[in-house]
Every structure is written in C-alpha cells, then in structure tokens.
C-alpha cells in the first residue's frame, strides 16, 4: 500500500487561500476599529454640546475663550482637560468631571498632514456663539453638507458642532 501525501503544488494553494484571508480579515478589522473611534469622536462631541447646553442655561452664556481656538494640543494652547483653563473652561467639574482627550490622532492629508500636534479636540466662543471639533480625526467618510457633523470649513478632516442657529458653524 503506498502513501500519498500533499503535492508542493497543493500546499502552496492553501497556503496562498490562507494567505487571503487573513488579509482580508485585517483590512475588515482596522475598518471596524477605524469607524468604532470616529462612532466615539461624534459621541464625545455630543455629550460636550449637552454639556455646553446646561453651562448656558445655568449662566446665560457659553464658556467663552475670547473667540480664540483652543485645544488639547500644541497647536492650539496644550489647554488640560479639567478647570478654568480647560479646552472648554469652567465646565469641570461641576457639569463634567473631565474633558474628553483624543486617544488616537492620526496624520492626515491636507491642512493635517503629517501634523499630529493638529489632531484633537478643539473649542471656539464668544461666549455668544460656540464651535466645537474633531480637528484632523475624521477616519472614514467624512459627513455631506447635509450631515450632522458637517464642518464647511473643514469637510474633510473635522467633525463640528455649534449651538443652534449659529453663525459661528462657517468659522
């Protein structure tokens, strides 16, 4: 009785099949984490603009930074997470105990190439009108015009919210 085993044919057939898949499955898995931290990024930006809602109705105006940009990066001031001088100021902790931080900044094309110290989360007001964002962090599709999240001046790497009716979105 004679034995046959695999050919080197047969066996690099599977190996390549095998090869394939487990390449698909990455590119499938880095999607879904990819879509999984922007999912986190708009809902971070959703529970600032609740909180951004209750500062107003508490004092009558936004947390206010004298319409400049500032953020939790070197770009726009390394401002910390918590306190007076917080991205967001005076919101901690008395209507949030931190800030949410951007945990996984990513280079981009464009205006964010290259430029991680660009890529976090980053807060204008007037006290008036307010603009929040994901800077430099949009992972997957971009939203259109007529999307939540949808920044005019920035459509293709940012993630915005503002107060309702404001002027400050084309900021």
Known sequence: M????FTLIE???VIAIIGLLATLAVV?????????????????????QKVLELYMNDNGSYPSTANNWWGNCGSFGNHGLTGATAYIPNV???YIGQ????????????A?????????YVYRSD????????????????PAANEAFYDPTRPTWSFAV?????????W
């Open 127 to 142: 006290g008036t009108n307010y603009k929040l964002l994901s800077l430099c962090n949009v992972e997957t599709t971009p």
């Open 112 to 120: 964010c190439a290259s430029n991680l110290a660009n890529s976090c």
């Open 99 to 110: 800030l949410p931080n951007e945990s996984h900044p990513i280079a981009m094309a464009g």
């Open 28 to 48: 499938s898995f880095s999607n879904s984490t990819a879509k999984t931290r922007d999912a986190k990024r708009k809902a971070d930006l959703v529970q600032m």
């Open 92 to 94: 901690t902790p008395q």
């Open 2 to 5: 004679q034995k046959r085993g």
């Open 162 to 170: 503002c107060n309702q009716g404001s002027p400050s979105c084309a």
């Open 11 to 13: 066996l690099l057939v």
